[in-house]
């Protein structure tokens, strides 16, 4: 029962990581005000927590679940997931960065700032299939390195 839990809980996680990520390329529009800016930095808190969650689960799955940490620890579909959700949490440090700073600055960002911005969520965006793939193939057994 833990296991089915754990994997339910993995999965909503991430469709909600992926819906908060969503909102913010809707919301992260030229001619953005400060409340908007307010808005998108507070969902963008959204984002860490659940990044946090989908950690605390995900690895809880690995070692508590039904196939045991041996099953991930040697499947390079395994690492290629946390690899890629490492490069799209790097990826949405800018934004971070630059949400903060609008907020400090208690004014309009830019229009130049805001498309770098886009650039950033567009690329976690575009990023996101290959961990729904790399699941896929790893739930699957397609991976496995020799121990």
């Known amino acids: 029962m833990l296991d089915l839990f754990l994997a339910i809980a993995h999965h909503i996680l991430i469709f909600m990581l ?5 909102a913010e ?5 030229p001619g953005l005000d400060q409340t908007a ?5 507070s969902i963008d808190l959204w984002y860490g927590v659940l990044a946090a969650l989908i950690v605390a689960v ?9 196939k045991g940490w041996d099953y991930y620890a040697h499947n390079m579909f395994f690492w290629a997931k946390i690899g ?7 990826l949405s440090v800018p934004p ?13 960002p830019n229009t130049e700032d805001i498309l770098t911005v886009r650039r ?9 299939p290959l961990l729904l793939i790399f699941a896929a193939a790893m739930a699957r057994g397609y ?5």
């Open 18 to 22: 992926f819906g908060v990520l969503f």
């Open 25 to 29: 390329l809707l919301l992260a529009q």
């Open 37 to 41: 800016v307010a808005r998108i930095a």
């Open 58 to 66: 995900g690895f809880s799955r690995a070692f508590f679940a039904a």
């Open 84 to 90: 890629t959700f490492v490069v799209i949490g790097l």
């Open 96 to 108: 971070t960065v630059a949400y903060i700073k609008w907020r400090r600055v208690g004014r309009s």
């Open 120 to 128: 950033f969520l567009w690329i976690e965006l575009a990023l996101f």
């Open 143 to 147: 991976g496995e390195l020799a121990p």
